[in-house]
């Protein structure tokens, strides 16, 4: 094993992708970085991630920065990434290590998982990468190697222990970190999900699923039961002066705390102004509808919009609950609306 582990370092000390958030060589990794993009990360393309990690860090150069903002703000930066718990746990992670641990990250895969937000395996990245703690980060890329390199045949995620195991095997004390994101690029670069470039591989001369003519069968997964799909509808509220109706939506919940366009529940319930409007609002209905895939269920949402701009008198007397706000339409970009209300709001536009 011990020659398998070395092959993977040379092939990372030659072949390691130049990623915004690692360390230089001879550079000591910023834990902030790491933990931030780690986070970032978690159902995230790297593509989409370069990006979104830079802006981030100019604007919130430090844990204590980025507890210091406003969640909104946070919330808005996030907009697009996807999976917003995990934008409301940066947050209150960020706070917690600068308001109670001094602004220092703990160094070990337990005292980490027990921060918002920090599952196994971002605890074992963070403490392998920043720290050099003797632990393994199983991401999809590593369990994908490993499991071909041991033809290891029982489907995921029953076999993510046997995984771990064997991935522990093989870690090197001296270079965890490394070790580690060795594994990520390994799968990322050469033992793709599809088409693997085992020719190119520095472990094929050691990897069973490549002797057995497994490599693209491995690793097998469970089955998953078929997405529900739900239903809601969206209504475009606008005003004479060139505003829409936003909401904020609760902090518990589906997309807690982002912006949207006003709608129903996605089982069909009333938004919440109906029958309190001191008039009746008659609406256009907008086509196409908007489909959205959440990691749960498909959401079909109909679109409904006003045949003409409120004028702002009526407009103000629509009694607007706590959360509701009126918001100029040229700062529509900017206000943090999740992907699903994106789709909405460019069909409104269009329609408009
Ligand atoms: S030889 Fe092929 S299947 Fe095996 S680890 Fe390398 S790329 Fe993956």
């Not at 020659?3 to 370092?9: D, H, Q």
């Not at 057995?212 to 069968?217: K, N």
């Amino acid at each position: 094993m011990k020659r398998t582990t070395e092959k993977l370092l040379k092939w990372y000390a030659e072949h390691a992708r130049a990623l915004p958030w690692r360390a230089r060589p001879g550079e000591r990794p910023d834990p902030y970085h790491v933990w931030l993009s780690e986070i970032m990360l978690q159902q995230t393309t790297v593509a989409t991630v370069r990006k979104r990690f830079d802006d981030f860090i100019r604007r919130w150069p430090t844990v204590r920065a980025l507890a210091e903002a406003p969640l909104e703000e946070v919330m808005a930066a996030w907009a697009g990434l996807g999976y917003y718990a995990r934008a409301r746990n940066l947050h209150k992670c960020a706070r917690k290590v600068a308001h109670e641990l001094g602004g220092e990250f703990p160094s070990t895969p337990e005292a980490l998982r027990r921060l918002p937000g920090i599952g196994d395996y971002t605890a074992g990245a963070i403490a392998a990468i920043a720290f050099h703690h003797p632990a393994v980060a199983m991401d999809t890329n590593a369990e994908r190697v490993i499991a071909r390199l041991f033809a290891v045949t029982e489907p995921l995620p029953g076999c993510k222990p046997r995984l771990r195991t064997l991935a522990h095997e093989l870690l090197p004390r001296h270079a965890p970190g490394n070790f580690a994101q060795a594994l990520m690029d390994l799968g990322a670069i050469i033992c793709t999900a599809r088409n693997p470039a085992c020719g190119l591989c520095p472990l094929m001369d050691d990897c069973a699923a490549r002797k057995q003519g497994l490599a693209e069968e491995l690793p097998r997964k469970q089955k998953n039961p078929p997405k529900p799909h739900r239903e809601g509808k969206a209504f475009w509220i606008d005003r004479a002066d060139g505003r829409v109706l936003l909401r904020r939506r609760p902090e518990r919940g589906m997309l807690g705390s982002m912006v949207e366009i006003p709608s129903t529940g996605w089982d069909g319930a009333p938004p919440a102004f109906a029958g309190r409007t001191p008039f009746r609002l008659e609406f256009d209905r907008v086509r196409p509808d908007v489909r959205h895939t959440f990691t749960h269920f498909h959401l079909k949402l109909a679109l409904y919009r006003l045949p003409e701009p409120l004028e702002v008198e009526r407009a103000r007397l629509l009694p607007l609950s706590p959360g509701w706000f009126w918001h100029p339409l040229e700062k529509l970009d900017t206000v943090g609306l999740p992907t699903v209300m994106k789709k909405a709001a460019r069909l409104f536009l269009e329609s408009g």
